[in-house]
């Protein structure tokens, strides 16, 4: 069994085969954990947890969004249905797309208001970092929260900080040709780490659309940097995420 810790299955990119798609995971023992993005990505996420045995809702709001009345929504969305998931994401900081730090500030303010209510419904929580992992990393150390990073960006010094803390480092797909991932995946040890595809995006191959059965590929390439057998990188990953996320 492998866990896909983050995927975005309600996307329009699987509009024309999502069935296929999901049941292509399910025939290879493929949990999908995917993840809801503003309300109208929530209410479709929460429609195929309820609908598929190995989908698994995370819901969460874009670090882009300033949108007041769109994050209240988002938020009683979470409290509301805080049974029928298992985390909040993803949620956090995005300094790629936000320059202006008065914009970073309102980032800063809204991610804390998701680290709260991670910690007061006791939903663990799925992070985006994009430029902006330093910041994240504090945030979640000031709130002494755990998280599972999700196609984490930053040096190997950051995400060693980050596990510290009690963190995980989310690998995507992309670790099949990405340098950077593959060295996070050759420096961190296997028990703070945990998959996904991130799916429609980060395929194996540039510019395809990724999906679940693709994690795969993910554990060939980690267990060749590891130099360990498949069946250790698919059951350690595998624990870790359930742990993680409280699936029994
Ligand atoms: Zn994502």
Redesign the pocket.
Known sequence: MLVDV???IDFSHFDQDRDEVIKRAEKEKILIVT?G?GSGGMKRTLELAERYENIFATLGVSPTEFDEREIEDCINLIRDNRDKIIGIG?VGLDYYWVKESEKRKHEMKNFKRFIELSNELDLPLVV?SRDAEEDVIKMLRDFDTGAIL??FGGSVKLAEEAVMSGSLISIPTSVVYSKQKQEMVREIPLKDLVL?T?AP?LAPVPRTRNEPINLKLSVQKIADIKGVDIAVVEDTTTENAKRFFNLV
Do not use: G, I, P
Request: one cysteine or more; glycine letters at 0%; charged letters at 25%.
């Open positions: 983050h995927a975005h993840s993005m993803e985006h999700h196609c996904e991130d995006f």
